[in-house]
């Protein structure tokens, strides 16, 4: 077990880290769930853009019944989830994540790094004007970013 008091996760504890060895059973299909690419399934709601994957989708696998000379079975499986995964592509796009803080930008990350310090001040030196002045710097932080979120908030309201 080791302690890391550098570690800086805005509180006054510090960081223990151990070692845990332990077997899990993961099936194959849990493991490959991760690495696959998702498509913008929502867009097949619109009916554009339904009918430009159809279309999409039937030039494929009108090109691929020509090529049906194989008598590989999983080669034939590995052309027809190839020709999908393409005609999704093309036509769907693939499934942007969620960016979960939109109002964080640089000026939160210039206050990250000001408590940061502060706290590595305090860590060197755990005198009472290094505990005021790293309380103080918490609590602007603190306010900075509840400011933030409720300016971004109060906009996105505005906009609908």
């Not at 097949?44 to 590989?72: G, M, S, W």
């Not at 999704?88 to 206050?111: I, T």
């Amino acid at each position: 077990m080791h302690s890391f008091r550098g570690a800086d996760c805005d509180t006054d504890h510090y960081l223990v880290i151990t070692k845990v060895r332990e077997r899990l059973a993961v099936g194959k299909q849990a493991a490959q769930r991760f690495d696959k690419q998702r498509f913008n399934l929502r867009k097949l709601n619109e009916p554009e853009v339904r009918e430009q994957y159809q279309i999409e989708f039937t030039k494929r696998f009108a090109a691929l019944e020509n090529l049906n000379d194989d008598k590989d079975i999983n080669r034939t499986w590995e052309n027809i989830k190839d020709n999908i995964q393409t005609s999704a592509k093309d036509s769907l796009g693939l499934h942007e994540l969620k960016q979960h803080k939109p109002w964080f930008d640089e000026e939160c990350l210039g206050f990250l790094d000001q408590r940061k310090q502060a706290k590595m001040q305090w860590i060197q030196d755990t005198n009472q004007s290094n505990v005021d002045n790293l309380n103080n710097v918490r609590r602007e932080v603190s306010r900075h970013f509840r400011n933030k979120r409720k300016a971004y908030l109060r906009a996105k309201i505005e906009e609908l």
